[in-house]
């Protein structure tokens, strides 16, 4: 039962939660802070059970007649783990809330309750035993974590939030059709009879490999994997910083879930799907570390280094497929049946997604008491001020040289563990032991993409703290000003969300600590004994790093980046994969083609008959179901939310002509907004497949 307390206790809190904001607006914040803490209490002892591996009863559960199948629920080390990381970047996250709003009084009990509506959801999808109850949830904290990104309704909140949305949505769509296909294949959606059933079943790999593409793909959209993933650098910046952290640091390991568990449970043995997440891990490590370099935004930043972290992640999941395979017959699936190279590459995996999730925690809680005091975000505006503020200097230096991957500290533990992993397949390619022809120097130009994209990180990390706490503002009264609030600028919240997290950073670096999590995570014991973090082999590759970094800090963002003592943005802004070719697609290309359908003349052609009626029947459909959520929405919003003004006895005569000329108005900005009527659709195409997947399960 522990595992349903933790997903659904969420949703009762948040509903409950909106109940006390209609009394006290004190009482409503410290209950969402509360309900945070109770999560993380429960999360210790699911922690506690799992450890011991006693009361299975409590450690799983099925919950059936949901969504055609039923829900299913497990708990094993590695989603222990991740639930207990959920809740402790919630409870630290909320807690900080506290002094990040202090000064904000709208729209708060809108965004708590979707705080704690995606914390339950999350928390489905880290404790989910199928993939069908994993995209259950998964499509619930896509809705809900969209109100973050839209939390301050500014035009750039308002784009970026529909940019999130159309990918969550699109995202969506191309992950349950990949859920169709394997269910169609495999006759399963269980993680733990999926490998068994794909072989049982003689399906073709074709088949399979079409369906991880599509999960893979959907998946992606969450993690910021290249190249759907527009929306991260710019959501993170216009959304509140502990969403941004908690955007950063767990939604996105949504989606590496997804994919570590496909390729784990169904597609260990496919050398090409294995190839796939490889390649595209080393486009989203690279491309993320060289935007991150060129920002001169602290969030923007920041959210680029995320994206470049999940590419780390998702060499290391590719790895881990390409040993599996390299290795020789693959007997079984999941972390129990990998060895040698492979556990090392799984390891380094499940260990940086932990790494990365709590150093994005303090760095953009840290870059939360930036904005809360300055409400700035540019490099030249916030240079300087964090001179004097040991504590938080102490915090933020901390995360540089964990994520950069300094030794003893945990991200150059996880960094490491896959950068052998990538030798490794170096070394087996060059003995003959090879997956594909020419596989030797695909990995080895790959292992310096590695080594590059760690240097990146380490120069634009390093470019922010010098930035903040090490160089003065070129405005004397402004640095002068920034020297006289170097007290009472962070109170507790900050201190247990950023100084409290970093300490984390040491802890998680040290052998036998990450050797136990590791073990744990994958269940096997010792998984890491034979690794000598400390030894030359594995510092080499680290040091290389760390000089390629010093080097691009000195060369390319002191001489290149910097124009007369200012940091420049020399990005091209033409260069945008949005404004390129996604939004053109939607409103340019497609309309197009389909008009040029409708084009077609008829001549009593059948196929030219059956094009029309299905273009415009799609959007008649699409238009009532546009205008009939409308209304619906405007009913909800001038009864239940009250979002109108109430009218005197004198003007009651006149009360109807009001209420329709205040639906007219609000109904032109819905009316108008494409990425509204994009989500509705795909709402309707949703439950078309959810029809079709229903009568393919029972038919």
Not at 179 to 185: C, G, I, P, Y
Not at 238 to 267: D, F, N, Q, R
Request: net charge neutral; aromatic share 12%; hydrophobic share 50%.
């Amino acid at each position: 039962m522990l595992p349903a307390l933790l997903i659904f206790l969420p949703f009762l809190f948040g509903i409950t939660d909106c109940v006390i904001a209609r009394r006290s607006e004190r009482g409503r914040d410290l209950f969402v802070v509360l309900s945070t803490w109770i999560e993380l209490g429960l999360s210790v002892i699911l922690i506690f059970f799992a450890v011991r591996g006693s009361g299975a009863e409590l450690l799983r559960l099925e919950i059936p007649h949901v969504f055609t199948s039923g829900l299913s629920l497990r708990t094993d080390g590695f989603r222990a783990v991740y639930s207990l990381v959920t809740s402790l970047m919630w409870a630290f996250t909320t807690t900080f809330s506290l002094e990040y709003f202090r000064h904000e009084t709208e729209h708060l009990t809108r965004y708590y309750l979707f705080v704690l509506f995606t914390l339950g959801a999350t928390q489905g999808v880290m404790l989910s035993g199928d993939l069908l109850t994993t995209f259950l949830f998964f499509e619930i904290l896509s809705l809900t974590s969209f109100t973050w990104v839209m939390h301050e309704e500014t035009e750039g909140a308002l784009r970026a939030g529909y940019t999130y949305l159309f990918i969550a949505v699109i995202g969506g769509l191309v992950l349950f059709m990949g859920l169709v296909l394997l269910q169609h294949a495999a006759g399963t959606l269980s993680y733990s009879e999926l490998f068994a059933a794909v072989k049982r079943s003689g399906a073709g790999s074709g088949t399979i490999l079409a369906a991880g593409i599509l999960i893979l793909i959907g998946f992606g959209c969450k993690a910021g994997m290249f190249p759907v993933h527009v929306w991260l650098p710019k959501a993170h910046p216009v959304a509140p910083s502990p969403a941004s952290a908690l955007l950063s640091g767990v939604l996105t390991k949504v989606g590496i879930y997804g994919i570590l568990m496909t390729a784990l449970e169904v597609l260990i043995d496919s050398a090409y799907f294995g190839w796939i997440v490889f390649l595209l891990g080393a486009i989203t490590m690279l491309l993320g570390a060289v935007l991150a370099l060129f920002s001169i935004n602290l969030k923007r930043t920041l959210a680029c280094s995320s994206m470049s972290q999940i590419g780390f992640i998702l060499t290391g999941i590719g790895m881990t497929i390409l040993l599996s395979v390299q290795h020789g017959q693959i007997e079984g699936a999941g972390f129990a049946a990998l060895e040698g190279h492979a556990a090392m590459a799984v390891s380094g995996t499940v260990l940086h997604m932990v790494n990365h999730s709590m150093l994005k925690l303090c760095l953009f809680c840290a870059a939360g008491v930036v904005v809360m005091n300055l409400h700035e975000l540019d490099l030249n505006r916030i240079r300087g001020w964090g001179r004097g503020k040991w504590l938080l200097t102490i915090a933020f230096f901390l995360g540089v040289i964990g994520i950069g991957g300094v030794p003893l500290l945990n991200g150059y533990a996880s960094k490491t563990l896959l950068h052998e992993a990538i030798a490794a397949g170096i070394a087996e390619a060059g003995e003959g032991v090879a997956i594909a022809e020419g596989a030797y120097w695909i990995l080895a130009g790959i292992e310096w993409i590695f080594l590059f994209s760690g240097g990146c990180t380490f120069a634009y990390m390093l470019k922010l703290f010098i930035c903040v706490f090490v160089e003065k503002n070129r405005d004397p009264e402004r640095q002068e000003l920034f020297d006289r609030t170097s007290k009472g600028y962070m109170g507790a919240g900050g201190i247990i969300a950023v100084f409290g997290t970093s300490i984390s950073f040491i802890v998680l670096g040290q052998k036998p600590v990450f050797n136990a999590l590791a073990s744990f995570m994958t269940g096997q014991e010792n998984v890491l004994e034979e690794f000598s973090p400390l030894s030359f082999e594995c510092l080499e590759g680290a040091l290389i790093s760390l000089g390629i970094g010093t080097l691009l800090y000195l060369i390319l963002i002191r001489l290149y980046l910097m124009k007369k003592g200012e940091y420049v943005d020399r990005w091209p802004s033409w260069l945008d994969l949005e404004n390129l070719f996604y939004r053109p697609l939607l409103t340019r290309w497609l309309p197009g083609f389909f008009g040029a359908i409708l084009r077609i003349p008829a001549e009593n052609r059948v196929s030219s008959v059956v094009c029309r009626g299905v273009v415009t029947c799609a959007a008649w459909i699409c238009r009532m179901l546009s205008i009939g959520t409308d209304a619906l929405i405007i009913l909800i919003r001038r009864s239940v939310l009250r979002e109108h003004v109430v009218a005197d006895t004198a003007d009651r005569i006149g009360l109807l002509e009001k209420r329709v000329d205040e639906v007219r108005e609000a109904y032109q900005p819905i009316r108008g907004n494409f990425s509204f009527a994009l989500m509705l659709s795909c709402i309707g195409m949703m439950v078309i497949l959810g029809v079709i997947m229903f009568f393919n399960l029972h038919g």
